[in-house]
């Protein structure tokens, strides 16, 4: 803790600066790499592409077994003409060491799922981590979403961004009070700071990922869901955003960055059916302001034509693109995996206990020497995916050619945790 004396006048004032928070000391050793799921296994279930195209989320269905959600694609044979593939959020089953069945017949939800006339998931819609929630006398899950606008791009032949569409992305959420057996999707939670016509009609998309749900107090101290005192408790989101002339690789590319709103503020704007509410329910961190979480997480415009407020990235070395996190219990730390390089380099994984301050990489990092790894998913093995124990486990898409499927793998690996 450091000190020094302000004269003001004749009258000595105190003034105490806190030292930054002693950062986890733990690490992993990663095990062998195991298949989840083949994409010919996959395209059995009906998928013409993932699940899961970005993170997943799972429910316990017990005897070991989980519901999984995930983005993906449905085949043609869903079709009753061999028309566009229909794409969108869809549940699976399996194990956390393998997937057993799915039905890519079955959508939850896919692009512009509502609410009506809010245009952020217009051409794209997946989920997605899955978290409870209890309140207003109701309980049920709620499940991030990725949502996509899509834009077509003047200076390039195929009027795509580097072989894709051209997207601007923000994170929603849907909503399930029948046991996950159905989602309703209730708004937009989580905007990029700059507006859309900062992108569209260029030839740069602007990620989000997928959004990864956490519940804890104003300290970033982890809590049970539902919590016992609602009142203390937040949900933070953590995901990518992008604002000019930021320090370190964040000047040219979106960084790791965390929202978060009151528990119980966001389970009644969930339940109000009013999108409104829901936009305005998540407040981003911006560690350059008086009170780091003032900034407003969306604009509450239905096109995204107002940009959303400022962010302050949690680490300036690395994107990290595509974040996925955990709460690790036996080691009281979160968990942080994201892709680096744009993927093609491997994931790496970082330790935090307040969400906003964050270790080095703290393994060696998880590579396959001829691939591209690409949408990290970190699962708990206690029994509860979203807690972690001291051997959680990441999930990620390996492929040989990106963003080829049928060259893809569905992988996981055991993470065995450690302190020194």
């Not at 207003?136 to 961004?161: A, F, R």
């Not at 929603?172 to 708004?187: H, N, P, R």
């Not at 989101?237 to 000019?244: G, N, S």
């Not at 966001?266 to 999108?275: K, R």
Request: net charge neutral.
């Amino acid at each position: 803790m450091l000190r020094s004396i302000v004269l003001l006048g004749l009258l000595p004032i105190l003034i105490v600066a806190q030292a930054p928070p002693k950062l986890p000391t733990v690490r992993y050793v990663a095990g062998a790499t195991a298949t989840f799921a083949t994409h010919t296994q996959l395209t059995g279930y009906n998928f013409a592409w993932g699940p899961s195209d970005g993170e997943f989320g799972a429910i316990p269905a017990g005897g070991g077994r989980y519901m999984f959600y995930g983005a993906g694609g449905s085949a043609f044979a869903c079709n009753r003409t061999r028309g566009p593939i229909i794409e969108g959020a869809f549940a699976f089953t399996g194990t956390l060491d393998r997937v057993s069945g799915g039905d890519g017949c079955k959508k939850l939800f896919g692009p512009s799922p509502g609410p009506a006339a809010w245009t952020f998931a217009r051409d794209y819609a997946g989920g997605g981590q899955v978290v409870r929630f209890s309140g207003g006398g109701k309980s049920g899950w709620l499940m991030v979403l990725h949502g996509e606008y899509w834009w077509q791009n003047p200076n390039t032949p195929d009027h795509k961004c580097s072989g894709a569409a051209c997207f601007y992305s923000s994170l929603g959420l849907a909503m399930s009070t029948d046991g996950g057996q159905s989602f309703k999707v209730v708004g937009e939670i989580v905007q990029p700071s700059p507006p859309r016509s900062y992108f569209t009609g260029g030839g740069n998309s602007m990620p989000i990922g997928y959004g990864s749900l956490i519940v804890a107090d104003a300290d970033g101290k982890h809590l049970d869901n539902p919590p016992a005192d609602p009142s203390r408790a937040y949900f933070y989101t953590f995901y990518t955003d992008f604002t000019p002339g930021l320090p370190g690789v964040c000047a040219t590319a979106a960084c790791l960055a965390v929202a978060r709103a009151p528990y119980g503020e966001l389970v009644e704007a969930v339940l109000s059916n009013d999108p409104h509410r829901v936009a305005k329910a998540f407040h981003k961190y911006d560690g350059a302001s008086p009170d780091p979480w003032m900034q407003p997480a969306t604009s509450d415009t239905l096109d995204n034509s107002v940009g959303a407020g400022k962010f302050a990235p949690l680490w300036t070395q690395d994107t990290g693109g595509q974040p996925t996190v955990l709460y690790d219990h036996a080691f009281d730390v979160y968990l942080a995996a994201y892709v680096f390089g744009g993927g093609a380099l491997g994931i790496r994984i970082r330790a935090s206990r307040d969400l906003i301050h964050w270790s080095g990489p703290i393994g060696a990092p998880i590579q396959e020497p001829g691939r591209t790894l690409y949408y990290p998913t970190l699962l708990g093995e206690t029994g509860e995916p979203t807690i972690g124990g001291p051997a959680p486990r990441l999930y990620f898409t390996s492929f040989a050619t990106f963003p080829d499927y049928g060259s893809s793998v569905f992988e996981t690996i055991q993470l065995t945790l450690s302190s020194p």
